[in-house]
């Protein structure tokens, strides 16, 4: 049950004067009815003058038989309460009684809401909403929910402030009250009429959960003009920032007007907040739909490509890169804006990885698909595999951001295994090398190798070579196969780094080695999941 009383004809009567709107009003009364703020704006202006109209002296109530949920309420200040006795230069002014209700009816008419800058007049009409979802069809997205978001002019706290005070005064000479706390929030007032005509024209539910946003950016002309005194009154709360074209964002002024002494406020801005020169704009109106991640696990064959962007000083070094031959393919079929791409370590440009492969994922930020077959993505994990020789994936598949964790989960306590061919100075035989065999569980201090010193913090790092099998080649050359801790430098192990590894296999065997080619044999993580592909 949601009514007018006799305690909201003041509010009613001074806020049709002063040029509000009458969802604007429905708002200062508490009014949290749903179903009410859809009327029609005639309707709602007709309902408001038929209350104006109707004997003070009797205990009116206008009833609307409807139950909506509780609305959140905004909040305008701090709790204390400013000076009750002030007069012009920093003074409420002296609230004009009105007599004549169907003059502050008319004056309240055709005027744009001074406290709402028309968002609740034009654009809570049939026109606008169907311009919303024109945008959203021709952006072409899969989604079977939306989630509806809008960014309002900062000003619109400065004069939904002005707007209180002024009734606050107001009601506090009749010894009645109104909490700021009991104002509907403008956004969600906004919601419960732009949701269900949205859901209608679109033909999917309204859902907070949804990932699919569809947002508006209203500005207003006069943004700048109407905070300006906001800056001299509390400078420190407007500063520069990145990408923001104007000092006077949502936040700074909410800030500023928590700091502003009510009688500084009432020097310098009018109240009741005077008629806008102009209605809002809607800026921007966006569509964008949540992140999509795909894992899967990939092979390297090639010693001559990097995982990722191979880029020095600006330079691109080699033409391609795993993460290039598999996003590229996605990017396309996902129709995403872009990509964002993780894996369980990382192989150098010259190792291949082979076996099972590494676990890698993939999200796609923004894609106007979303809803895949498993036989769709077997179908594309053929396609990424038929356009190179130098990778291949498997276990395609489409996964949640929290399993994404999985793939970081302990990853230094992981284990992989390789394979190294080394090279020695001196002559060996293979009882030489037999011994590394029986080495189990050597621990290794590695300090920062060289080679990454340029991208890595400096530290000695504490790794385990959990076991070793070698298998003599010639007098200068055998295969060591290694199982290790996740995170072991393989190269520095053999050749010692100028001895910032130790032990090293050059250590070990008491002679110079260098490695010639190493390969990725196994990643020991258990994700995700293996597909019947």
Known sequence: MSSLTEKDRPIVQLLLNAGTCPRCILRFCSVGSQMLYRHPYKDL???????????????????????????????????????EDLNHNGALPQIPQVNDENTAVENSAVKVCNVCLGILQEFCEADFVKKVCQKVNSADYQFTSF?????????????????????KQEMRNLGLSLSKDDIVQLKEAYKWIIHPQLSDELGVPADGKSLFEVSVVFAHSETDEECHFLATACPDCFKPAKNKQSVFTRMAVIKALE????????KHFPCPPSSPKNLCVALEIQCNNGAVFVAGRYNKYSRNLPQTPWIIDGERKLESSVEELISEHLITEFR??????????????????????????????NPRRIHFTAEEMKRLQQTINTSSDKIQVRDLQLVTREAIGRMKEGEEEKTKTYSALIWTDKAIQKEDIA??????????????????????????????????????????????????????YI??????????????????LNRTADILELDVESVDVDWPPTLDN
Not at 343 to 364: H, K, M, Q, Y
Not at 458 to 478: G, K, N, P, Q, W
Not at 491 to 508: A, M, Q
Request: hydrophobic share 35%; proline share 6%.
């Open 147 to 167: 989630v509806f978001s809008v960014s309002l002019p900062p000003q619109l706290s400065v004069r939904e402030r002005a707007a209180w005070l002024v009734l």
């Open 259 to 266: 700091k502003i002494k009510e009688e500084d406020f009432l």
């Open 336 to 365: 995403a804006d872009s990509f964002n791409f993780s894996s369980s370590g990382r192989e150098d440009v010259d190792v291949r990885t082979l076996g099972n492969g590494r676990p890698f994922a993939i999200e796609l930020v």
């Open 435 to 488: 011994f590394l065999d029986d080495i189990k569980e050597l621990k290794l201090d590695q300090k920062t190798p060289l080679r990454v010193l340029h991208r890595r913090p400096l530290a000695v790092r504490c790794r385990i070579i959990h076991t070793m099998r070698s298998e003599y080649i010639d007098e200068h050359h055998f295969r060591l196969h290694l199982k290790t801790q996740a995170g072991t």
């Open 45 to 83: 202006m007709k309902v408001l003058k038929e209350f104006l109209k109707n004997n003070p002296e009797k205990e009116d109530t206008v009833c609307f038989d409807v139950v909506d949920p509780p609305c959140k309420k905004v909040r305008l200040e701090h709790p204390e309460e400013g000076p």
């Open 491 to 508: 190269k520095e192990f053999v050749h010692g780094d100028f001895g910032r590894t130790k032990p090293n296999i050059g250590s070990l």
